[in-house]
């Protein structure tokens, strides 16, 4: 549970330090607009902004019940930031809390863990389209 916290931890403690060093130095302005870039970076990579996580074996239970596609990721991941409003719709997994959803990815990518790993009635596709992935959500039930 730690782990998903420490970058967005870090991003929140090296902005700070370095905005209080600017502000000290005499530039709030720059020292403001500093810190809210790092909170920015501390948000994207923030379990928070991302939608609930299931674990593999269940993703890919509800997928086979609701035709849904199951998205294997990472937070920090930028792409799927992109899916959008949508994408609360889809089965999570991530793959830093889950060793059984690391090894679907593995098993799709080579060996490489790479995100996101979409899984479309048991065919995984790497790195689709987003506007491709909101398709597969109108078809699903």
């Known amino acids: 549970m730690t782990r998903v916290w420490l970058p967005p931890l870090l991003f929140v403690l090296c902005g700070s330090a370095l905005a209080t060093d600017l502000a000290l130095e005499g530039s709030p302005v720059e020292a403001t ?30 997928s086979a019940a609701d035709g849904r596609p199951v998205v294997y990721w990472r937070p920090g991941c930028a792409y799927c930031v992109r899916l959008g409003r949508r994408a609360r ?23 490489d863990e790479t ?27």
Do not use: C, K, M, Y
């Open 33 to 62: 607009a500093l810190l809210l870039v790092f909170l920015a970076l501390a948000a994207v990579n923030s379990p928070l902004i991302f939608p609930r996580s299931v674990d593999a074996q269940e993703a890919q239970r509800r």
């Open 89 to 111: 719709r889809l089965h999570w997994v991530d793959i830093r809390r889950d060793p059984a959803g690391a090894a679907v990815v593995r098993a799709a990518n080579g060996g």
């Open 115 to 141: 995100v996101p790993t979409v899984v479309v009635a048991g065919r995984p596709h790497i790195n689709p389209d987003p506007e491709w992935v909101r398709r597969q959500l109108s078809s699903a039930t």
